[in-house]
């Protein structure tokens, strides 16, 4: 079954689930825009994938709009928008620096609202849109020496469930994924011992395709994926 979309922004893109997801939906026939604070990393998929760069700080409203302005510009309206963006700060709450929190909050969250306000505004006058968000297990249980992480993926997952049940009775698909395992990488292969232990970029790619692939008359809101031997 094909894709009922034809552009895609990718906010946050790297490599990983970002890149493996520009990688599928190109193959798709969809027009591809990455958006990054660092988009040189980005010249070797953007050459693969035929994908458009953009410049951005997902914290930051005044890039964000211009962001999406470019996107329109250079691509047409995207009617797929995926926020892949998160920051950290671990430590002992004792000792966190309340700045570095505050950031880690306002890529990881506030980032999201910008984006999907933006999204909103270009897929409610057409009745038609996709606005995934790339959820963690942070966002459904807090860790020890974590709490900036706990704080932003929460917010996001009210944020998504908030616009899931504004958006959706327009005809916008909202769906929020819970990437509940590590993914894999060549920096992180799967441990001595424990093969295939941790999520592969590409499948977790796979599952947002199927939600993107589902007729309205069965919407998922939440999926959650993890490795078969995940203990969750």
């Not at 849109?129 to 249980?141: E, H, I, Q, R």
């Amino acid at each position: 079954m094909s894709l009922p979309y034809r552009t895609a922004l990718i906010v946050g893109a790297g490599a990983g689930i970002s890149a493996a997801l520009a990688r599928q939906l190109a193959a798709e026939g969809l027009r591809v825009g990455l958006a990054a604070r660092d988009t040189a990393k980005l010249a070797d998929l953007a050459a693969e994938t035929g994908a458009a760069t953009f410049t951005a700080d997902a914290a930051d409203p005044a890039s964000v709009e211009r962001l999406f302005g470019e996107a329109d510009a250079r691509l047409g309206e995207p009617d797929v928008v995926i926020y892949n963006a998160s920051a950290r700060a671990p430590g002992p709450l004792a000792s966190l620096d309340p700045d570095a929190v505050r950031r880690a909050v306002d890529v990881t969250a506030f980032g999201a609202f910008l984006v999907a306000r933006e999204a909103a505004r270009r897929m409610e006058p057409r009745g038609h849109g996709a606005l995934l968000f790339t959820g963690a297990t942070a966002g459904v249980k807090g860790f020890p020496l974590s709490a900036a992480f706990a704080m932003g993926k929460f917010a996001l997952r009210g944020l998504a469930q908030s616009a899931a049940r504004e958006l959706a009775p327009k005809g916008i698909h909202v769906a929020h994924v819970v990437v509940d395992g590590l993914v894999r990488s060549a920096r992180r292969p799967d441990p001595a011992g424990k093969p295939d232990s941790t999520l592969t970029p590409e499948g977790v790619a796979r599952a947002y395709l199927d939600l993107l692939r589902q007729p309205r008359d069965a919407w998922s809101f939440e999926v959650d994926l993890r490795p078969w031997v995940e203990r969750f």
